[in-house]
């Protein structure tokens, strides 16, 4: 009986041994990342709405346009749109990746100028963001 114990109580500590090396495989990278800045402390902030129907209000689709901003805002696009969206520069600058219902975008302003941009989805929805 004390060797059918001792058994049992090596198979438990054998096998809690083994479960606790175990880790799940992590499921991999996102299919559409959406990356987010943080803003810096203390620094600007702005909004910028997707409103819903945007895919057909082409200079409308992205509120307010142009956005107005002073240099080291971090501008956030919210998506209150039904369906995804992108906020991508038309030059070298940022690219959202999509942007589910409901999902932001961040990036920070850390140059003057005038940035336009587009949903990469819906090439007719265009905005900018001018940079004082």
């Known amino acids: 009986m004390m060797s059918l114990?001792?058994?049992?109580?090596?198979?438990?500590?054998m096998l809690a041994v083994a479960c606790g090396?175990?880790?799940a495989p992590s499921p991999g990278?996102?299919?559409?990342?959406?990356?987010?800045?943080?803003?810096?402390?203390g620094g600007a902030a702005a909004a910028v709405s997707i409103p819903v129907g945007a895919q057909v209000l082409g200079?409308?689709?992205f509120t307010p346009n142009p956005a107005d901003v002073a240099?080291?805002?971090t501008v956030t696009w919210t998506n209150t749109d039904s369906i995804s969206h992108t906020s991508t520069s038309d030059a070298t600058g940022w690219n959202s990746g999509i942007v589910?219902?409901?999902?932001?975008?961040?990036?920070a302003f850390?140059?003057?100028?005038?940035?336009?941009?587009?949903c990469a989805i819906h090439p007719g929805m265009v905005g900018s963001v001018t940079v004082r």
Request: hydrophobic fraction near 30%.
């Open 5 to 13: 114990r001792l058994a049992v109580v090596t198979i438990v500590a």
């Open 21 to 23: 090396g175990y880790s």
């Open 29 to 41: 990278p996102s299919p559409t990342p959406t990356p987010t800045p943080t803003p810096a402390p």
């Open 59 to 61: 200079s409308r689709a």
């Open 71 to 73: 240099v080291g805002t």
């Open 100 to 107: 589910a219902p409901g999902g932001k975008f961040s990036f």
């Open 110 to 118: 850390d140059k003057a100028g005038t940035f336009s941009y587009h």
